[in-house]
């Protein structure tokens, strides 16, 4: 099966998806990244507009991640919202401080990852709304998401897709080519991009998922990020079942 060909398989699972949970329309956080922008625009075509809902959570962002998700918002007219997270962050970090909890900068980016997914499903609740989820193949396999961050959603739709191919599919979908193969980064700090946070590359990862030869060092850290990150991609954890007494 070629990408096209794939991308109509999950079109289909998409629009089946939510007829065949009741709900009435996704939710979904857009970044201006290529995950989320190809989440958004293959949403649209399976469901159309009136059953997507993209929404802007910048905190303390780089303002070009807003811009260029305006940017998709505008060009593919998308129905969006924009809420700022930052005060609630700075909020939460302040009340931790109080009790001298201080938070280092891996978790700091993991509270606006998580408080962003809060602001998502408050208005998903309201709106009867699923939250469609942008992880691919790549951030799957090596946990590179945030529990109950960007990892806590109702659908994954491109989490069997490489990174190469979401930048692929991303244009068949029209997305220009600029947004397509922007740097990837999550924009949680100055400077942070996914693969020196990963201390691998897109095309190492995509390589090793492919089964094709990368270098021993690079396949042992791909092999380590996985099987620490089992935890992220279980079922949670519970004894067995209590058998009561007749």
Do not use: C
């Amino acid at each position: 099966m070629n990408l096209q060909d794939y991308l109509k398989v999950i079109e289909k699972f998409v629009s089946d998806y939510l007829k065949n949970t009741g709900m009435s329309k996704y939710m979904l956080g857009l970044s201006g990244g290529v995950d989320s922008s190809l989440v958004a625009l293959l949403t649209q075509k399976a469901v159309g507009n009136d059953k997507l809902l993209v929404v802007m959570i910048p905190i303390e962002s780089n303002p070009d991640d807003l811009n260029d998700a305006k940017r998709i918002v505008k060009q593919f007219k998308l129905n969006s919202l924009t809420i700022d997270g930052t005060s609630i962050y700075k909020s939460a970090l302040e009340s931790l401080q109080k009790e001298n909890v201080l938070l280092n900068v891996a978790t700091k980016s993991n509270l606006k990852v998580r408080i962003r997914m809060i602001i998502l499903y408050a208005i998903a609740q309201m709106n009867n709304a699923l939250v469609i989820g942008t992880d691919n193949a790549d951030e799957r396999y090596t946990g590179y998401f945030t529990k109950y961050g960007d990892g806590g959603v109702d659908l994954l739709p491109i989490v069997h897709l490489l990174k190469r191919e979401v930048v692929e599919a991303s244009k068949l979908y029209g997305l220009p080519d600029d947004l397509a193969e922007r740097v990837p980064s999550a924009g949680l700090f100055s400077g942070q991009t996914d693969e020196s946070e990963m201390g691998i590359s897109y095309r190492d990862l995509d390589n090793f998922l492919m089964g094709q030869t990368i270098s021993d060092e690079t396949k042992e850290k791909i092999e380590r990020l996985h099987r620490i990150s089992e935890h992220k991609r279980s079922p949670i954890p519970s004894p067995v079942p209590f058998r009561r007494d007749s």
